[in-house]
Nanobody
Framework: QVQLVESGGGLVQAGGSLRLSCAAT?????????MGWYRQTPGTQRELVASITNSGSTHYADSGKGRFTISRDNAKNTVYLQMNSLKPEDTGVYYCNLNQVGRGYWGKGTLVTVSS
C-alpha cells in the first residue's frame, strides 16, 4: 500500500513563504503518475491547488498562479509545493495526492496557517 508522507506546514505571516514536501513510500510506484496538492478548509470540499505529471506537466488553480510552484523529484518519488506571497485565504490543510493506474492515494495532510 502506497503511503504519502507530507511535511513543511506551519504558521506564517501574510507575505511569507512555505515549502511543502511529500514523499511516496512503500507499495509500488509506477513510472507514469500524477502527483498533486489539494487544500481543504472547514466546511468545504478538498480543492486542487496544483498538480504535476511524471513528465513535468503542471496545472495550477487560479488562486495560486504566479505565487505557487509545484515540482517533483522522480528518483525520490517526492513532490514539492513552494508557496510564496502567502495570503490568509491560503490557510487550510494541504493534502498530497498520488494518482496512478486509475487509483488515488492521499496523505494525512499538513496544516498551513497564514496570519494577517
Amino acid at each position: 500500500q502506497v503511503q504519502l508522507v507530507e511535511s513543511g506546514g506551519g504558521l506564517v505571516q501574510a507575505g511569507g513563504s512555505l515549502r511543502l514536501s511529500c514523499a511516496a513510500t512503500r507499495g509500488v510506484i509506477f513510472e507514469i503518475n500524477t502527483m498533486g496538492w489539494y487544500r481543504q478548509t472547514p466546511g468545504t470540499q478538498r480543492e486542487l491547488v496544483a498538480s504535476i505529471t511524471n513528465s513535468g506537466s503542471t496545472h495550477y488553480a487560479d488562486s495560486g498562479k504566479g505565487r505557487f510552484t509545484i515540482s517533483r523529484d522522480n528518483a525520490k518519488n517526492t513532490v514539492y509545493l513552494q508557496m510564496n506571497s502567502l495570503k490568509p485565504e491560503d490557510t487550510g490543510v494541504y493534502y498530497c495526492n498520488l494518482n496512478q493506474v486509475g487509483r488515488g492515494y492521499w496523505g494525512k495532510g499538513t496544516l498551513v496557517t497564514v496570519s494577517s
